[in-house]
């Protein structure tokens, strides 16, 4: 068994292939932007008197990239090490998935999104997207965190930013469709993708490892460190990419008021599910989340306070019912095993969301919304502009990113169920031992008692 | 005993009924603000030429948001988690009060600071007063920390927010003082009122708990996180709503150079007054923060690096010297049971700060601010200014603020007290178990021997 | 022994008396800059009519100052905090001493870099340049982690700041290199300086205290945060004092891509070099980082991503490599004993990244950057430019640097090996115990086993 977990030929090999190819097609296909090249952006500089530094792009969006960033490597990082003996894992393949996926979204992403002769501009806008993309990846790795190599990681991640590329420019260049936070590109496409994935996946003897699928008191703490960052930072993800000016704005206000009362709503639910009254960290990890979720689509758009408030709190309620409810329903009668629980998180607050946005946007008026209509939705200028019909897209839009999503994650679940990535057996996952040198236990301890270390356990159950 | 602190219903029904308070008020009340509203903002950049999306105030303010957004979940919540089992609590308790509390500080400072037309405005500044406001709640729940239920927590928060709202209405708009960082608003209206609370709730067998009441080693490597990010965005919370420009700018600076030098006192004071010369985690968790506090007025004046660096000093000796030396007769003779010492982090360098602001602008002088002077002292342009009577000002809101702080500590302290919230036994202190569903140690270890969870040490004591 | 390592006197008399000097120093020498001054601020915006509020440096410069401060605080603090037994010591003696080192360095480098009529001006950018400094000192305190007394690591900073800003001031003012992300000033110098203070106080009896100079499973989850925190905020820093505009934000995007490969590289050669394949937490916590190092002096120049790619990838495999088989080398051979392995992620890394710059320097031609040459290159407008000439500086600047280290490091070195400091005996080195009071452990094992707290080992073993 060991054996066919051995890391040492497959993972190098994968990895320097993929960053030479990344860094020959970077060679030959990105180039500065505007903003970024000393040439470029001094020569418009000096085009237009009253254009002056404090207008570079960057200063406008580099501390909302920043936040995002924040939130892709320490937020799902380490929202993911509740498991009790997979930390190292759930951090560090976190982190070698999304610095893969960032390189090959800006790639997939500047092929879509439109090329300037031929060549993709990048930026401070197209590295925020590209975390975007990678954020993705990670929801769906949420689903099969436990279960899978880091092998097969990187190869869904290929798989996945190219769908997610591919479904982003039909929502948001074809149909022209707003969704600035990502509540269907992002979360309902990784969300549903990763469980078709987890569903192909289906391991039926996983209860050899049930004892390693939970929690304890420090690891609960670590990913309370994850849960945390993801909050406060939502309102900067939501609003990264929108308009300069109000819809920035506005955007991340809607967003800290829809956290709010999710976070109210998943403690009262949560602690009304439990038989004794007691709040379960399950819980407050994920679905006080929600709420930035479900206002992804709309977050933008006048939705008010008051609306992102009733948004919010019943995408904690849905998310904790979920929790309970649904996710063993999901396991025992579809065989979908969740290891995250990202349909609670991720897929029906998504869902949400993509309703909730595509009645905002019907509901739309230039009475609303003056001036300012033509800065949240795009085609006014054009004279499209219906807010029923854009209503209508938008419900469209989340139709297909569930096609994109299903149909993505079965090919990819196909893929990754050859036996060459050197997946863990059902005894060994959730276990840091088979991919990491775990250290032994405190000094302290190991005078007065031994330990097994996992690698111990390993070599006597085999 | 297990019957009496059973959240089931209590805490999902208060929860519920707030929030659905709350958002009946904000669909009644809460409006964009200009800067958020994407009709008037649109509107107003027509009126004005010069007028650009970089001047709307979310450029100027959030970045400074965030950072204190960072400091009021991670920096409370992690510091709080030094107890060795109340871990849950601490993050989990501070996420809910915060978030209840941030919604009702916005209506209760939109209330007091201004109806337009009836309605309140909303924007970043008014997330970042409620944030303040929030901070003021989290720095009571230090004072009672380990002693009280969730449900208690959020009556006291309704009271804090709503005396808090009072209290600063009376300083910043009847007398008109300088309270940019809350050296009085936030920290010894927080400190005091969390004291008497504290006070009023005293239990005289709480030494039944007293074994779970410390830290263990890796508990106060979890708080340290909550410290640093304090100490580090502590610039970012006091200039977050100064004016623009050099009064941000030098805010900042001045609590930069002040909190660096309360580190040093901090450690040379805890090495001086332990016998062996050994460095205490209390001391450097807590102590080394006082000297943001003590510069949370006079930290926008021209209070020089100099005098921000003695105050700091002086912040960081008092703070340990307290935990040192006064901390245990507040207990013992006081009744005072303060678990966090936010005496010695907020009470004093709170107080301290508010003298330091008194005397700094009693020796303003236009020589010294020139054109600057009316951008820090509001009632210049009024013709009211006179620097000694704006001294005398800052002087009277201090003893103002204290006399709120006992007087609305008293109140909310015997409404707690009622016997209907679930609080904790006496024998039950400090421990997460009683609201939380706690999971297991780790599974090498139980193979090996059998630990008692809190829920068994329960039932077995009960 | 006890005794000799007590620090009740040595350390509080030497923090006072430097914080005293620091205040007193302060006081005559140092005043706010146009920026931060009430007067000159707001009369030079009466001066000029299109100069405004949002033009102050603080709205350039402040979100990256607080992204470097995240980092010199959680970054290098959690970094450390890998040893089972000196998280205390990690986090809290990088607190102090970077506390005390930003304040000298402000000094220091405002007294080389230009005095104003004999005053020091400071502002965000003097802030930024202070923790830069402090960051060179945190890489040395890498080297001789847990082999060393708080006192003697505080009389290092003073003499390292004291020659960084001298090393600086040779390479920025005299001969007008290129720097921003310190390549050079930094990372080459603090870990050159570090090994020489390391191998001068040469411990051959360190393997006494070995069972102690290794990680356990939740203290290498801490050093994730340290070096997520670096690894995401490292385009900040590189970013930070680099021109407005595109020099800034194509300094970040560098960074970015750089950073990202290495990640790749990382991974590979991780599993690589190991028999089994496994992942070494080691490599992940300190290589992954070493392409934001190797693009320090480069990646405001035009590298392109391609070019910041292949930097990142070829920076990590050295690391990677370094830590498998030259770390050992040097320890045995060499005998520098170098706990966090600083030559292989500041030292090698750095040295790259010096070469990378004076090649890319040698390169640059106004075809490439336009009227944007002289926003990068000073000396352009001088008439002095010649890109070859720039590419020698570059070179002989990491010469310079080079010998400053080992100069300085070497009579720093010795200056430590003074009897006086309390350092630790051989045999309690890597110990909290030994300068801080440490918890004992959870209540609920106490019960169950007695665990010999670090303080009874001492007693034990003395």
Same mark, same amino acid.
């Given at each position: ?312 709190? #019943? *995408?904690? /309620? ?7 409810? $649904? ?5 025992? =009668? !579809?065989? %979908? ?60 839009? #989340? *139709?297909? /990113? ?7 994650? $079965? ?5 990754? =169920? !050859?036996? %060459? ?42």
């Amino acid at each position: 068994m060991t054996s066919s977990t051995n890391m040492r030929l497959r993972l190098p090999l994968l990895c320097i292939i993929l960053e030479v190819i990344l860094i020959i097609l970077f060679g030959t296909l990105v180039e500065y932007n505007d903003d970024t090249h000393a040439k470029l952006w001094n020569e418009n500089r000096t085009d237009s008197d009253t254009r002056n530094d404090h207008e570079n792009e960057f200063y406008y969006r580099y501390p909302s990239f920043q936040d995002v960033h924040v939130m892709i490597f320490v937020g799902f990082g380490f929202l993911m090490t509740f498991l009790q003996r997979y930390g190292f894992s759930s951090v560090g393949f976190n982190f070698l998935i999304a610095a893969f996926s960032l390189q090959w979204a800006t790639l997939m992403q500047g092929f879509f999104h439109g090329l300037h002769h031929g060549k993709i501009h990048v930026g401070v806008t197209s590295m925020i997207n590209a975390d975007f993309c990678t954020g993705s990846v990670l929801i769906s790795f949420g689903a099969v965190l436990g279960k899978t190599s880091p092998v097969q990681l990187l190869v869904m991640a290929i798989f996945e930013v190219t769908l997610f590329a591919v479904n982003e420019f039909i929502l948001l260049s074809i149909l022209g469709v707003n969704d600035a936070g990502g509540s269907m590109t992002i979360h309902t496409f990784g969300a549903y993708f990763g469980l078709v994935v987890t569903r192909v996946l289906y391991r039926p003897n996983l209860d050899k490892s049930k004892h390693r699928n939970s929690s304890v008191y420090h690891s609960d703490l670590f990913a309370m460190i994850g849960t945390i960052y993801l909050w406060m930072f939502w309102p900067s993800f939501n609003s990264a990419i929108t308009n300069y000016g109000d819809p920035q704005h506005r955007t991340a206000m809607n967003t800290y008021y829809s956290l709010a009362a999710c976070t109210l709503a998943t403690f009262a639910f949560s602690a009304l599910v439990n038989p004794e009254g007691k709040l379960d960290m399950v819980h407050i990890q994920n679905a006080a989340l929600a709420g930035g979720v479900a206002v992804g689509t709309a977050g933008e758009m006048m939705l008010t306070a008051f609306g992102s408030m009733i948004v919010g709190f #019943l *995408a904690g /309620t849905i998310s904790v019912l979920g929790y309970k409810y $649904l996710t063993p329903v999901l396991e025992s =009668k !579809l065989k %979908i095993q969740d290891t995250c629980g990202i349909h609670n998180l991720h897929g029906m607050p998504g869902v949400l969301g993509a309703v909730v946005g595509a009645v905002t946007a019907a509901l739309a008026s230039p009475d609303v919304y003056g001036h300012g209509l033509q800065r949240v939705f795009a085609d006014v200028e054009t004279g499209k502009w219906n807010p029923q019909s854009r209503g209508g897209f938008q419900a469209i839009s #989340l *139709a297909v /990113t569930l096609g994109m999503a299903l149909f993505g994650g $079965l090919i990819t679940g196909f893929i990754l =169920k !050859l036996p %060459i990535y050197g997946a863990p057996p059902d005894t060994h996952c959730f276990e840091d031992g088979l991919y990491w040198e775990v250290p032994g236990e405190e000094e302290g301890h190991q005078e007065l008692y031994e330990v097994a270390t996992p690698n111990e356990v390993e070599k006597l159950s085999s």
